[in-house]
């Protein structure tokens, strides 16, 4: 339940609130005073599109704030606190929600739900929950057979409400499987041809047998090949500059640092400061004679047959290089490729055994589905006669006294995410006249209240916590519109009822009576919104009756009608 609106800078209406509660609350004022903004600023709230448009001139954002009233316990509840929102205990088994919807002069919408800022989506998951707005517009759809087919849906309940849960999962099943079997089917072919690809491909790369890094290494060898006798140069002459082999010669730097040596120990003991050098002539000596032996380890360690590991080097790199030329990858990629095509060629090679195996499963879901379907038609079937009969009645009370609904469920074909049932609501004017359509011959004043009569059959079966009604009663007058009022009266027993109305029976049926007031410097027009209590509902009724609201007959006759209405709903 909407305890209460708050809304800025939208449209006319410059700052209003509307305190609502429970019951029946009419909503009045003048053509042009911004009632319809009401009913857009709810739109917001539930996360309609946002239009910069809908911007009150002159003002950077509009925004509007709405507090709830639910359950502490049960969907919505649970999916404001999925979204990271915060309720607030009331008291009862009830909680207090916070909703907040902002639209800014650059396109710019926020969207707010416990306090918490959230995806405008959450508002429009909550608002199928939360409200039911019915317009004009409404009208227009309830021609549908869509509309017709959830409205049946609505009254029939739960357990229908269950079969369709079902069958809707098992539909979305059997087309995926369907669409996959076709898919292999039609594309057997090229798949085909895709495996034989594969087999090639992956016994090259087997044949070949390449190692990860092993180009890398190739390219270092052949290197250090491609220049072997310069290496051995000037690896030996190295070695003999370092450490002659000759014991005669003792110009290499292992002899002459050796010499330094001894030549510094005879002359240590004159002077203590040359003991580090002396040491330092030693380890000189020592790192040299390490670099000797590496030097002589290097020169053992190469081949002299290099010329012929050379040439299977770059036989081996000429090899490596048409592979990934030819998959056009480098070599880790095509190795990586073995594996992915590998899985791939099995998932081929599995082919016929999948398509054996869906057919069995697209053919076990169809049943299911065809089974499904029926008991949806004969859910519905039941439910239209039950739809028809108790709108029939309430038409009667809308001043619609010969006329009758009949509720038709017509198997199709073909199945679709509904099933395979066409449901078509037709409106008989008269006792022996055809049933019509509504989307053919139904007036708008006939439309809004066969309408009306479908919402209060369903409420009772479907209930919702809030219902918005946004001038449902046009085309309406007279003794219907009294009873449109007295039926509204009724349905806000067991709900929440806000009408935009601008016809006075209807708004007498109210428990709460909100007037939109309209204002203007004669430059901007601004609106806002009053709670009318006692005679204050008296002169707006008189208003809506005779265009003047202190008229002494107006107001007679508005006070007449306040006790009709209030003897009439009791």
Do not use: C
């Not at 009419?26 to 739109?43: D, I, N, P, S």
């Not at 895709?194 to 092993?214: Q, S």
């Not at 039941?382 to 619609?400: D, G, P, R, Y």
């Not at 509720?407 to 008989?428: C, F, K, M, N, R």
């Amino acid at each position: 339940m909407i305890e209460e609106l708050s809304i800025r800078d939208l449209g006319v209406i410059g700052e209003a609130r509307l305190p609502l509660g429970p019951g029946f609350t009419a909503l009045t004022g003048e053509t042009g005073a911004g009632k319809t903004m009401v009913v857009t600023a709810l739109g917001l709230l539930l996360g309609e599109r946002a239009d910069t448009q809908v911007l009150r001139r002159g003002s950077a954002a509009a925004i509007v704030d709405g507090h709830w009233l639910i359950p502490e316990r049960g969907s919505i509840a649970t999916r404001v606190v999925d979204a990271g929102g915060e309720l607030d205990a009331a008291g009862d088994g009830v909680v207090s929600l916070l909703l907040s919807r902002s639209v800014s002069a650059e396109g710019r919408s926020r969207a707010v739900v416990g306090g918490r800022s959230t995806p405008v989506g959450v508002l429009n998951d909550l608002g199928r929950e939360l409200v039911v707005v019915h317009g004009q517009a409404d009208q227009v759809r309830l021609r549908s057979a869509t509309a017709q087919r959830d409205a049946l849906d609505r009254f029939a309940g739960d357990e229908l409400a269950g079969v369709l849960d079902d069958y809707q999962e098992t539909y979305r099943r059997w087309q995926a499987g369907q669409g996959e079997l076709d898919v292999l089917v039609a594309e057997g072919d090229r798949r085909s041809r895709e495996a034989e690809d594969l087999r090639v491909a992956i016994a090259e790369i087997e044949a070949v047998n390449p190692l990860r890094g092993e180009d890398v290494e190739l390219a270092e060898r052949a290197e250090r090949l491609g220049n072997l006798e310069e290496l051995r140069q000037a690896a030996a002459s190295a070695h003999e500059l370092v450490s002659a082999q000759s014991t005669e010669d003792s110009s290499d730097v292992l002899g002459l640092l050796d010499t330094a040596r001894r030549q510094m120990e005879r002359m240590a003991g004159h002077d203590p400061a040359l003991v580090p050098i002396v040491d330092a002539l030693a380890s000189a000596s020592f790192a040299v004679t390490e670099i000797s032996a590496q030097l002589s380890s290097y020169l053992g360690g190469l081949d002299a047959d290099g010329a012929n590991e050379l040439e299977a080097i770059q036989e081996r790199r000429a090899l490596l290089t048409a592979l990934t030329r030819k998959h056009d990858a480098n070599l880790d990629e095509t190795i990586d490729f073995l594996d992915v095509g590998s899985s791939r060629l099995l998932e081929l090679d599995n082919d016929t055994d999948r398509i054996e195996r869906l057919r069995g499963e697209v053919a076990g879901d169809r049943e299911t589905l065809l089974a499904l379907a029926d008991r949806l038609t004969g859910l519905r079937t039941a439910a239209a006669q039950k739809l028809a009969s108790e709108v029939t009645a309430e038409l009667s009370a809308l001043a619609m006294a010969d006329a009758a609904i009949v509720v038709e469920v017509a198997v199709q074909p073909d199945h679709s995410l509904a099933g395979h049932d066409q449901v078509t609501i037709l409106l008989q004017p008269h006792k022996g006249a055809e049933p019509r359509p509504l989307g053919r011959g139904a007036s708008g004043g006939e439309l809004s209240r066969v309408m009306l009569a479908i919402e209060v059959v369903i409420a009772g079966s479907d209930p919702v916590p809030t219902f918005i009604f946004d001038e449902v009663d046009a085309g309406v007058g007279g003794a219907s519109a009294i009873e449109i009022g007295r039926r509204l009266a009724r349905l806000a027993r067991s709900a929440q009822v806000i009408v935009v109305t601008h016809l006075p029976q209807v708004a007498a049926f109210a428990t709460n009576h909100l007037r939109v007031v309209k204002s203007t410097d004669g430059e901007i027009t601004a609106s806002s919104v009053q709670q009318l209590h006692g005679d204050e509902r008296a002169e707006e009724l008189a208003r809506m009756l005779s265009g003047l609201a202190d008229s002494e007959s107006g107001l007679a006759h508005a006070r007449e009608l306040l006790e009709a209405a209030q003897e009439l709903a009791g």
